[in-house]
């Protein structure tokens, strides 16, 4: 008996494709271990990794943006797991989950890696800065605007992963390893 597999299972983009599957937990995992490499830490959250970033938006522009927000949030999840700050739980959905899974969305910018990464980067700071403003400004800085505190804040460390992030991307761009893995 010759067993014959669907369309779903063949397709590079469904949960039901082994490979898919693979793929995230292989992703997710180089992920949480490139951030256990830390250049800088902040002192309420956040850091400046080795990239961590790298194999979010590498796999959404490899599987394209509901793969890679998926993985994105399931990494979210992990990190929490890992260096929990939590003191409410919408700010922990902001912070963690919703934060990494917009990463995901790079996968709309396939041919334009380096947007892809600008935009879902981008995206995870409007996240942090949501829950900074709210919950993190009035604890941390009651004297200054929740604005302003959580703009510098988030951006201090979000902008030199940014800068990492799209060199990388940019790099494996340029010399056609993305394109050969996409």
Known sequence: ?????????????SFRNPKVLAEIAIFTALATALSTIVIYVMPQGGSITLASMVPILWLSLRRGPLVGV??????????FMLLPYAIDPIQVLLDYPLAFAV????????????????????????MHFLAGAIYW???????????????VYNGSYLLPELAVSGFILFLLQKTKVLKAYL
């Open 70 to 79: 998926v993985t994105g949030a399931i990494y979210g999840v992990v990190q």
């Open 103 to 126: 990463l995901g969305l790079a996968g709309f910018f396939q041919k334009w890696p380096v947007v892809g990464t600008a935009v879902g980067i981008g995206l995870r700071f409007v």
């Open 1 to 13: 008996m010759k067993t014959t597999y669907t369309s779903e299972f063949k397709n590079p983009t």
């Open 137 to 151: 400004a009035p604890i941390y800085a009651p004297g200054i605007d929740p604005i302003i505190y959580s703009s």
